[in-house]
């Protein structure tokens, strides 16, 4: 998330490593999802775009990456130019 951020401009939640007592780190991140107000902004994701579930793509779906190679998210077709000359996403991809 810090190097999507810090160096190519991809606006990310605030986040940050903490290490706890015993010296292990853990990873935090603010919620972005909840309104100030109360309530919740909706998002989706790109499982949710390819009409993938828990019932009909398996308990792991989100965690794999078929759902974006059966949609062809990786082909050229789907690459900005900045995508195409870089071979990565910049921060003009997201805005």
């Not at 190679?69 to 990786?74: A, H, I, P, R, T």
Request: charged residues 25%; hydrophobic residues 35%.
């Amino acid at each position: 998330m810090q190097i999507a951020k810090q160096i190519y401009g991809i606006y990310t939640a605030e986040n940050a490593m903490i290490f706890f007592k015993d010296g292990s780190p853990a990873y935090i991140t603010k919620r972005f999802d909840v309104k100030k107000e109360g309530g919740k902004w909706g998002k989706e994701d790109f499982a949710t775009l390819s009409g993938k579930t828990n019932v009909n793509a398996g308990v792991y779906f989100k965690y794999s990456s078929g759902f974006a190679l059966d949609k062809g998210l990786f082909l050229d077709d789907f690459k900005s130019d900045n995508y195409k000359k870089f071979q990565h996403p910049s921060k003009y991809d997201f805005c």
